[in-house]
């Protein structure tokens, strides 16, 4: 069974940076991809961005991108997610989740339902 644990999440003044970590440990399949996503009450799940393994197929969201940076160290078994430029409205709750069933060379996607394992997430607050 896949468990993944994030870490970094904190506050953070406007502007400022944070580096979230993904630590997954367990069965992975042949080729997978990893999410990060985040959610603030009240609504849904929002995917921020993805990538696949093996190839690092990338996607991300408009609302991160140029801002965002995600990242793997496979030998690490981790996925790290650089958040520079940080604004209010990017606080929330940030989750890691794995789509187990990506068909082979199809790029990752950002909808949740697509994903089948998850992380207890952090929390990451944007604030003067």
């Known amino acids: 069974q896949l468990q993944l644990v994030e870490s970094g999440g904190g506050p953070v003044q406007p502007g400022g940076s944070l580096r979230l970590s993904c630590a997954r440990s367990?069965?992975?399949?042949?080729?997978?991809?990893i999410g990060w996503f985040r959610q603030v009450p009240g609504k849904e799940r929002e995917g921020v961005a993805c990538i696949s393994d093996p190839g690092g197929v990338i996607t991300y969201a408009d609302s991160v991108k140029d801002r965002f940076i995600i990242s793997r160290a496979s030998a690490e078994n981790a996925v790290y997610l650089q958040m520079n430029g940080l604004k209010p409205e990017d606080t929330g709750v940030y989750y890691c989740?794995?789509?187990?069933?990506?068909?082979?060379?199809?790029?990752?996607?950002?909808?949740?339902?697509?994903?089948?394992?998850w992380g207890q997430g952090t929390q990451v607050t944007v604030s003067s």
């Open positions: 367990g069965f992975t399949p042949n080729y997978y991809a």
């Open positions: 989740a794995a789509d187990l069933t990506l068909p082979l060379f199809d790029p990752c996607v950002l909808g949740m339902h697509e994903y089948d394992s």
